[in-house]
C-alpha cells in the first residue's frame, strides 16, 4: 500500500479552545475512510487544514512525501467538497462547473456531462437561485468529475431527499471501483454510508479516538441480551459501551472480542448475541469518551 496524506502532530486553536490536539494518522492510497465524530469535535478544521484552507498552530501534513504549506502542485490533488454553500454568487453553474475544469487537473468533462444528466441538474440557473439539496448536487459533481487523488467530502448529502443519497452512493461507489483514488466522507448518516467506508478515522474532544478497519472494528461490537448474572463471567475485563434494563433482561453493548468459546458460553447460559449496528458504535463511543473495562457510566 502507498500512503498518499500523512498528518503529524497537527494542532489548532481558536482563540482560546483547543480544537485539535496533537492529531497524527495516515491515510494509504485508493481507500474510502469516514470522518466521524460529534458536533464541534473538529472535522472541518481538520479537513480545512489538510486543504490549506486553515493554518494550523503546529504539526505537518504531507501529501505523497511533500508538505502541502504553499505548495500549489500538491492542491491540484486534492478536492474538497464542504458542507458550506460555494463562494460564487452571480455564477451559473456551467460557469462553475468550466472552473473546476481548469483547477483539477485529473477532471473528467464527459463524466461531469453524464452526471449532470443523471441528477438532472440545470445547469443555466445561477447558483444561489438553486435548493439547498441541488447545491449539494452541485458539489457531488464536482467531487466525482474532479478524479482528484484525494478527494473530499465533509457532508455532501445535506438537502439530498432519500432518493439522492441512494443515488450519489451508489455512483460514487461505481466510479471509486472503476476509477480508485483516496475518498474521505464526513457525514452523520452513518448507517447509510456504512457500506462504503473502508476504514473509520474518530475524533472525541479533538483528539483521535482511533483509526480502524471497518471489518475489525465490526469484529469486536456485539449487543448481548439476557440476564445480567448469566453474562457476568464473560464480560469480566471487556469493554462495556452501553447498557440498557427491560425487567430482568439486560442489554450491553460490548467493544471487545469474543472467542467462540465465550459466544457458545453466553448462547449456552440463554444470552443472545447479535452484532451492533455501526451507527449505534459511534453513538457509544462518541457519549462514553470514559469508557472502562468491564464498566460504563457506572454500570455493570
Ligand atoms: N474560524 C473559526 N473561528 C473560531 N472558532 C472556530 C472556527 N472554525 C471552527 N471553530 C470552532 O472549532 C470547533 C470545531 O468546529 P468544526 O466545524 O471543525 O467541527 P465539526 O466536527 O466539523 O462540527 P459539525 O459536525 O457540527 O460540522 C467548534 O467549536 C467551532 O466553533
Known amino acids: 500500500m502507498i500512503n498518499i496524506l500523512e498528518c503529524k502532530n497537527l494542532n489548532k486553536t481558536f482563540g482560546k479552545t483547543n480544537v485539535l490536539k496533537d492529531i497524527s494518522f495516515i491515510l494509504e492510497e485508493n481507500k474510502i475512510y469516514g470522518l466521524l465524530g460529534r458536533n464541534g469535535v473538529g472535522k472541518t478544521t481538520l479537513l480545512n487544514l489538510i486543504c490549506n484552507q486553515v493554518t494550523r498552530d503546529s504539526g505537518e501534513i504531507k501529501l505523497f512525501d511533500e508538505e502541502i504549506f504553499e505548495n500549489s502542485k500538491a492542491m491540484e490533488n486534492i478536492c474538497f467538497i464542504k458542507e458550506k454553500d460555494l463562494p460564487v454568487e452571480g455564477y451559473k453553474i456551467k460557469k462553475i462547473f468550466k472552473i473546476a475544469s481548469i483547477l483539477y487537473k485529473n477532471w473528467d468533462e464527459e463524466y461531469k456531462d453524464y452526471l449532470i444528466k443523471e441528477f438532472n441538474l440545470d445547469v443555466n440557473k445561477k447558483y444561489e437561485n438553486l435548493s439547498r439539496g441541488n447545491k449539494s448536487i452541485v458539489g457531488a459533481i464536482i467531487g466525482l468529475a474532479s478524479r482528484a487523488k484525494l478527494t473530499i467530502f465533509d457532508e455532501p448529502s445535506l438537502g439530498l431527499d432519500a432518493a439522492a443519497r441512494y443515488k450519489f452512493y451508489n455512483i460514487l461507489l461505481e466510479d471509486y471501483e472503476k476509477n480508485p483514488r483516496t475518498i474521505i466522507l464526513s457525514t452523520h448518516l452513518i448507517d447509510e454510508v456504512s457500506n462504503l467506508f473502508e ?17 475489525s472494528l465490526m469484529e469486536k461490537a456485539y449487543f448481548l441480551n439476557g440476564r445480567e448474572d448469566n453474562m457476568k463471567k464473560v464480560i469480566e475485563g471487556k469493554k462495556v459501551i452501553h447498557k440498557e434494563g427491560f425487567g430482568a433482561t439486560t442489554i450491553l453493548g460490548i467493544f471487545d472480542s469474543l472467542t467462540r468459546e465465550e459466544v457458545k458460553m453466553l448462547k449456552d447460559n440463554n444470552v443472545e448475541v447479535s452484532s451492533m449496528p455501526l451507527q449505534k458504535l459511534f453513538i457509544y463511543l462518541t457519549e462514553n469518551v470514559d469508557i472502562k473495562e468491564g464498566k460504563v457510566n457506572g454500570c455493570c
Open 199 to 215: 476504514e473509520i478515522i474518530l475524533l472525541t474532544e479533538g483528539k483521535l479516538m482511533l483509526k480502524e478497519d471497518v471489518h
